[in-house]
């Protein structure tokens, strides 16, 4: 499932997957797959991102229901 809740909260905050990428400790091509619904991140990774995004995990990573 894509997570264009994740790819909408690093556009807000104006940086491109390399930027959130390099921030996180990851390669830009993880953060690719991650927005695609290609990969699922670690918590670590996912507390990172959140916290360089200034979201919850919920905002990011929690399905709609």
């Not at 940086?15 to 990428?21: G, T």
Request: hydrophobic fraction near 40%.
């Amino acid at each position: 499932m894509k997570n264009l809740k994740l790819k909408a909260a690093r556009a807000g905050r104006d940086l491109s997957q390399d930027e959130l990428a390099k921030a996180a400790g990851v390669s830009r091509q993880t953060i690719s797959a991650i927005e695609k619904g290609d990969y699922n991140p670690t918590i670590n990774l996912c507390i990172s991102i959140c916290r360089i995004l200034g979201k919850t995990l919920d905002e990011l990573f929690w399905p709609d229901e």
